[in-house]
């Protein structure tokens, strides 16, 4: 399965620093081995059209080998100690999973 999340940082963190602190905790969620691969992104430059959403400042699309590993993936106190680390940096947050 597939577990894909877009983060909006608030402006207080949009800076080249904040921006390096943040790559390095994506990274780290890599290293929880219920994760099987992925990988985290930027918005591409690509030509606008009205269909597509670049307001976003990083995706984050990883991958499972089943729901049960994503579900304890959740539970993860790695995963967590990211969310508690970065989750006042956001100003959203959006999931979206693909069985």
Same mark, same amino acid.
């Given at each position: 399965?597939?577990?894909?999340?877009?983060?909006?940082?608030?402006?207080?963190?949009?800076?080249?620093?904040?921006?390096?602190?943040?790559?390095?905790?994506?990274?780290?969620?890599?290293?929880?081995?219920?994760v099987? &691969?992925?990988?985290?992104?930027?918005p @591409? %430059? $690509?030509?606008?059209?009205?269909?597509?959403?670049?307001?976003?400042?990083?995706?984050?699309?990883?991958?499972?080998?089943?729901?049960?590993?994503?579900?304890?993936?959740?539970?993860?106190?790695?995963?967590?100690?990211?969310? &508690?680390?970065?989750?006042?940096?956001? @100003? %959203? $947050?959006l999931?979206?999973?693909?069985?």
């Amino acid at each position: 399965m597939e577990h894909h999340v877009y983060f909006w940082l608030k402006e207080g963190h949009q800076n080249a620093a904040d921006r390096a602190i943040f790559e390095q905790g994506l990274e780290s969620l890599f290293e929880i081995q219920l994760v099987t &691969g992925g990988r985290w992104a930027v918005p @591409a %430059k $690509v030509m606008p059209r009205p269909v597509i959403d670049q307001s976003w400042d990083y995706a984050l699309s990883m991958h499972f080998a089943n729901v049960e590993d994503h579900d304890a993936y959740q539970v993860d106190p790695d995963h967590n100690g990211f969310i &508690g680390s970065f989750k006042d940096w956001w @100003a %959203k $947050v959006l999931v979206m999973d693909l069985a």
